[in-house]
T-cell receptor, first 112, second 114 residues
Framework: GENVEQHPSTLSVQEGDSAVIKCTYS??????FPWYKQELGKRPQLIID???NVGEKKDQRIAVTLNKTAKHFSLHITETQPEDSAVYFC???????????WGAGTKLIIKP | ETGVTQTPRHLVMGMTNKKSLKCEQH?????MYWYKQSAKKPLELMFV???????ENNSVPSRFSPECPNSSHLFLHLHTLQPEDSALYLC?????????????FGQGTRLTVV
């Protein structure tokens, strides 16, 4: 089955700096890779996703890169702001049964 | 408001109690999910319903019993739980025919088993 590893588990960055979170997966047939953000006490929400036919996707300060050969994808947040503080989850969609397999999450702390 | 509502938001129950969690979505989705979220662990998929039919049961103990009477409502019946079952239980929905579409989550029920 699919195995998704997410690193780091906690990331603390200075406000204004960049943050990078990385996920690796095992099933090379997977083609859809979303990222969700969960603020304290709130529900997870989709912030960006990427499909295997592209290597990078950007949305303002957020970008995701995908390396299908190496089976890893990363979330990049530039010019971090206090409201970026949250837990971020990566996920991989299994091609066999369309189930999302989740990473363990990264707690991002933005220091003022 | 994402259109997925869970009740109650918080629940404290004894190990001999029976309780139910409720999830309701008005997004027109045809797939609904129960997840368990424990501290420092990945989101654990418990059950999946597509078009009201259960399609996945990821080795969940029988003390958790799901029910999906229609495509808008999902329940999780709980009985004789253990303290390690304490967690945040999240419901989600999506459009099953389009698998790489966004999963919308409810705000969750924070369950404490005493």
């Amino acid at each position: 089955g699919e195995n998704v590893e997410q690193h780091p588990s906690t990331l603390s960055v200075q406000e204004g700096d960049s943050a990078v979170i990385k996920c690796t997966y095992s099933d090379s047939a997977s083609n859809y890779f979303p990222w969700y953000k969960q603020e304290l006490g709130k529900r997870p929400q989709l912030i960006i996703d990427i499909r295997s036919n592209v290597g990078e996707k950007k949305d303002q300060r957020i970008a995701v890169t995908l390396n299908k050969t190496a089976k890893h994808f990363s979330l990049h947040i530039t010019e971090t702001q206090p409201e970026d503080s949250a837990v971020y989850f990566c996920a991989v969609l299994m091609d066999s049964n369309y189930q999302l397999i989740w990473g363990a999450g990264t707690k991002l702390i933005i220091k003022p | 408001e994402t259109g997925v509502t869970q009740t109650p938001r918080h629940l404290v129950m004894g190990m001999t109690n029976k309780k139910s969690l409720k999830c309701e979505q008005h997004l027109g989705h045809n797939a609904m999910y129960w997840y368990k979220q424990s501290a420092k662990k990945p989101l654990e998929l418990m059950f999946v319903y597509n078009f009201k039919e259960q399609t996945e049961n990821n080795s969940v103990p029988s003390r958790f019993s799901p029910e999906c009477p229609n495509s808008s409502h999902l329940f999780l019946h709980l009985h004789t739980l253990q303290p390690e079952d304490s967690a945040l239980y999240l419901c989600a929905s999506s459009q099953a025919a389009n698998p790489d579409t966004e999963a919308f989550f409810g705000q969750g029920t924070r369950l404490t088993v005493v």
